[in-house]
């Protein structure tokens, strides 16, 4: 079992930035993938970006050029660092842990509101 701890929350004005981290902790396993995802009210959860444990990096077409994904294995941190945000940016963000079996583990959630 995996718990995650997301912190970040906020809200910021369009053209602003933010950074999002995740904390894992409990049974990590050595080869895993975490990332992070979003809902907006009344869409579907999406992804956003992910990274493997061997650095490799996904984005979604939305986050790319603007939102840069890192991990530190020595503290199992997930970070997303998010520029140039937008008012369409806004959602709850998940962080999210699946393990070399294809288990996974969600985050409580965090608001990340971007509005002027």
């Known amino acids: 079992q995996v718990q995650l701890v997301e912190s970040g929350v906020g809200l910021v004005q369009p053209g602003g930035s933010l950074r999002l981290s995740c904390a894992a902790s409990?049974?990590?396993?050595?080869?895993?993938?975490m990332g992070w995802y979003r809902q907006a009210p009344g869409k579907q959860r999406e992804l956003v970006a992910v990274i493997s444990s061997g650095g490799g990096t996904n984005y979604a077409d939305s986050a790319k050029g603007r939102f840069t994904i890192s991990r530190d294995d020595a503290k199992n941190t997930v970070t997303l660092q998010m520029n140039s945000l937008k008012p369409e940016d806004t959602a709850v963000y998940y962080c999210k842990y699946v393990d070399g079996a294809g288990a996974a583990s969600w985050g409580q959630g965090t608001q990340v509101t971007v509005s002027s």
């Open positions: 409990g049974s990590i396993f050595k080869i895993n993938v």
